[in-house]
Structures are given as structure tokens and as C-alpha cells.
């Protein structure tokens, strides 16, 4: 059993930042791939952003040059800064494992991102 647990959502202005942490329960090293996704009302989850440790992140299009994902191996922590915030951006925001060997995925139970003026 795999527990993450999300913090740093909220509501933000147009333009602003918010930066997303989600810490797990077991040791990065038996991680393959973290990765944050998000759902907004009436749509479909969708990949934001996605590392595997030790290896290069990717983006969806649209939220890159804004979002920088990494990770952190002491805290086993993977984090999402995101900049220019736009109201587009407004979602639940879930945080991803995929652990070594079993494959198997496990989720946050989600974090509120609202831009709104």
C-alpha cells in the first residue's frame, strides 16, 4: 500500500504561482515515475507533467515553460511549481506513482488549483 499525500493548492489570481508538493510513503528508489494530473469539470484527467527518477520530466504542451515538476530524494517528494497561472489551468490536481518491478499505480486524493480573479 502506497499512500501519497498532495498540500499547496488553492486560489490564485491570474499571472500567480502555487507550488503543489505530494510526499509518499515509501522511498523514491522503489519509484519508477512520479507525475501530476489534473481534472477540471466535465473533462477528462489528463497528464500536466511526469519524471522517472533519475530521468528527464516531460510537459503537456500546454503548460510548458510554466510548470517545472521535480523531485525530491530525501523527502520522497515530487513537487509542481507552477508559474502564470491561468484560469484555464483551474483543476483538481492529482498526484502519480508508478512503482518498480510491480507496476502498479497508486493516486492522491486530489488538491483544488483555482485561478480566478
Known amino acids: 500500500q502506497v499512500q501519497l499525500v498532495e498540500s499547496g493548492g488553492g486560489l490564485v489570481q491570474p499571472g500567480g504561482s502555487l507550488r503543489l508538493s505530494c510526499a509518499a510513503s515509501v522511498s523514491i528508489f522503489s519509484i519508477y515515475a512520479m507525475g501530476w494530473y489534473r481534472q477540471a469539470p466535465g473533462k477528462e484527467r489528463e497528464l500536466v507533467a511526469i519524471?522517472?527518477?533519475?530521468?528527464?520530466?516531460n510537459y503537456a504542451d500546454s503548460v510548458k515553460g510554466r510548470f517545472t515538476i521535480s523531485t525530491d530524494n530525501v523527502k520522497n517528494t515530487v513537487s509542481l511549481q507552477m508559474n502564470s497561472l491561468k484560469p484555464e489551468d483551474t483543476a483538481v490536481y492529482y498526484c502519480?506513482?508508478?512503482?518498480?518491478?510491480?507496476?502498479?499505480?497508486?493516486w492522491g486524493q486530489g488538491t483544488q488549483v483555482t485561478v480566478s480573479s
Open positions: 519524471i522517472t527518477t533519475g530521468g528527464i520530466p
Open positions: 502519480n506513482v508508478v512503482i518498480r518491478i510491480s507496476g502498479s499505480n497508486w
